[in-house]
């Protein structure tokens, strides 16, 4: 015959080839009627109000101190099922609560005694710790397993506590108004503090600014020495390149003029021999033409039977008449010179000069003779 149970109960099936029992905690299992038995226990879980009234405490006060447990056999345990089994095997739910409660209360007295009433009532969480460890240990040899436990509620009969509540407010009070006078003292001191901070940040800050100023200054009056010096050199430069370039310019004008004035010169002198060699052919070479022929005249008449006077005469008048011709030749021809100096300077007039120089002296030598 088959047996079902949920997952909050466990089933023990014992008898003819059970041995030892088995155990299902939520399933189903087959049982033989008449020859084998099935059992049952719970595994809900189980809420404990666990009161411990007017335990003294370590210093001798006594109070009432009430926590909540939550408990449950373990049923997927192995070992510990089987141990709730052997110990609560047909007990029922409120049994085996009051087992529970009665052995968490006694654990629950006993850590009372071991503290003080400050201690329990200013640390709960410590307390419960405390129970809950020492309680954990005992339950689970019996398999059942502390799920919680909560400090509920911690009272007294001698109002203990509303005095300690009392001395603690004023204590609090207290430490409020010193609390709160040392953050006016410390706030007062840091606001002091932080005017300190800003005045010495803002005489830092202003000193940065002037270092950063003088520092921009003095790059600055660089960069204008440099910037002025380069400025000056290319100026300098600018103007040593135009006087080169005006003095160059000079230069080639005066070589320009000194080449014009050559031309100039060297067209003086070809027209100056032009006028040379016109007077030669128009006037000098018939004035000595007519000289060579009034001179062989003369000769000839040498040889002619007249007196030595008439002869001498007739000499004197060609001679007259021959020198008269070449000075009108020679006159003639200087006129023309002279108006070519007057065109072409001094220069015509000095290689004129040095031109007649020999011919004047012939000149005087043949008047000598």
Known sequence: MFHTCGPNEAMVVSGFGRSPPLMIAGGRVFVLPCIQQIQRITLNTLTLNVKSDKVYTRH?????????????????????????????????EAEVSNIALETLEGHQRAIIAHLTVEEIYQDRKKFSEQVFKVA???????????????????????????????????????????????????????????????VSAQYLNEIEMAKAQRDYELKKASYDYEVNTKKAESEMAYQLQVAKTKQRIEEETMQVKVVERSQQIMLQE????????????????????????????????????????????????????????????????????????????????????????????????????
């Open 136 to 198: 954990s240990s005992d339950l689970v040899n019996m398999g059942i397993g502390v799920v919680s436990y909560t400090l509920k509620d911690v009272h007294d009969d001698q109002d203990y506590l509303n005095s300690l509540g009392k001395a603690r407010t004023a204590q609090v009070q207290k430490d409020a108004r010193i609390g709160e006078a040392q953050y006016k003292r410390d706030a007062v001191i840091r606001e002091a503090q932080a005017m300190q901070e800003k």
């Open 270 to 369: 070809q027209e100056i021999t032009r006028k040379e060699m016109e007077l030669e052919a128009t006037v000098k070479k018939p004035a000595e033409a007519e000289r060579y022929r009034l001179e062989r005249l003369a000769e000839a008449e040498r040889y002619v039977t007249l007196p030595r006077a008439s002869l001498r005469n007739m000499r004197g008048d060609a001679e007259a008449f021959a020198l008269e011709a070449k000075g009108r030749a020679e006159a003639e021809q200087m006129a023309k010179k002279a108006e070519a100096f007057k065109q072409y300077g001094e220069g015509a007039m000095v290689d004129m000069l040095l031109e007649k120089l020999p011919l004047v002296s012939h000149t005087e030598q043949d008047w000598f003779y």
């Open 60 to 92: 001798g006060v006594p109070i009432s101190v009430t926590g909540i447990a939550q408990v449950k056999i373990q049923g997927q345990n192995k070992e510990m099922l089987a141990t709730a089994c052997q110990m609560f095997m047909g007990k029922s």
